[in-house]
Structure formats: structure tokens, C-alpha cells
């Protein structure tokens, strides 16, 4: 696994590292104000989505690696629901902050 601080896109670094800290203010000032997400290819409501799958189940990422000058990571994600599995995570990053990722299985 990756250690987060070793992650190359400072502000993918910052959304790795509230998602783990289940710091909802961090992660949300990580976010453009109309941010948006995929997951498995379907768009999701971002609040909805965040609240149910990391903030009430303990969501956590373990990155395994980095690509795209990191911006897309595989994650062994996990939560009090689904429990682990691989995942990929894309980033589009703009004026410093996330303004889409897309997740899905791997």
C-alpha cells in the first residue's frame, strides 16, 4: 500500500486523507461547489452517495498505486456495508479543488 502523504496530486492527497480522517468539512472543501461523481458509471447525487458510502459506514481507501500523475489510484476500499474491494478512482481536478471522480469495482 501507498502511504497517503506519498500520493503525487496534492488535492487528490487532501480527498484520500478526509475520507480516512471521516472528516466531512475537509471533504467537502476539497470539492467544487457543483462537484459531481460517477459510480460504476452511473452519476450519483454526491451528497447522497458520500453519506452512504464513506461518512456512515467508515469508509476508508488503502491506495495500492497511482497513475495519471495521480489522479487515478487503485484502492482497496472498504466499509461497514460492503466490506473491502478493489477500486478505481478517477479525479478531474480544477482551480484546486475535485470537480467530478468517478469510482467503480476493478
Known sequence: MMPTKQLSDPVVRQFVTAVNAHDKAAFTAVLTPDATMSDDGSDRDVTDWTDRE?????????????????????????????????????????????????????
Open 54 to 106: 464513506i461518512f456512515t459506514t467508515r469508509g476508508h481507501m488503502d491506495v495500492v498505486e497511482e497513475s495519471d500523475d495521480g489522479r487515478e489510484l487503485m484502492v482497496e476500499y472498504r466499509n461497514d456495508t460492503w466490506g473491502s474491494m478493489r477500486t478505481s478512482w478517477k479525479f478531474t481536478v480544477e482551480g484546486g479543488r475535485i470537480s467530478r471522480f468517478e469510482t467503480g469495482q476493478a
